[in-house]
């Protein structure tokens, strides 16, 4: 069983920045891939960025790629998700989730994770 706690969010200006943090108890992370996701009003929960545990490397989705950066603090036990030059379009509540079994092909699908943080709501004033 792991345990993920989001934090980090908040209001910020268009073209400003925010690191998110993924706080993971329970069990060693560093086994584990660990995805973000986002989920504004009325849409559905997408795809934002991976860190894969078998290769180590950081996938991104198209709209955050270039403004956004994943890694993983393997001593903190911790996953972070750093934005910048944010948009109000980016205004979501932030999800982390986890799983140790993911193959590459399915990191970006948000019902192939086992674990999930509450979330963390992050707005971006225009």
């Known amino acids: 069983q792991v345990h993920l706690v989001e934090s980090g969010g908040g209001l910020v200006q268009a073209g400003g920045s925010l690191r998110l943090s993924c706080a993971a108890s329970?069990?060693?992370?560093?086994?584990?891939?660990v995805g973000w996701f986002r989920q504004a009003p009325g849409k559905a929960r997408e795809f934002v960025a991976t860190?894969?545990?078998?290769?180590?490397?950081?996938y991104y989705a198209d709209s955050v790629k270039g403004r956004s950066t994943i890694t993983r603090d393997k001593a903190q036990n911790t996953v972070y998700l750093q934005m910048n030059s944010l948009k109000p379009e980016d205004t979501a509540v932030y999800y982390c989730?986890?799983?140790?079994?993911?193959?590459?092909?399915?990191?970006?699908?948000?019902?192939?994770?086992?674990?999930w943080g509450p979330g963390t709501q992050v707005t971006v004033s225009s």
């Open positions: 989730a986890a799983d140790s079994r993911l193959i590459l092909s399915s990191i970006r699908d948000p019902d192939q994770y086992d674990y």
């Open positions: 860190i894969s545990a078998s290769n180590g490397m950081a």
């Open positions: 329970g069990r060693t992370f560093t086994s584990y891939t």
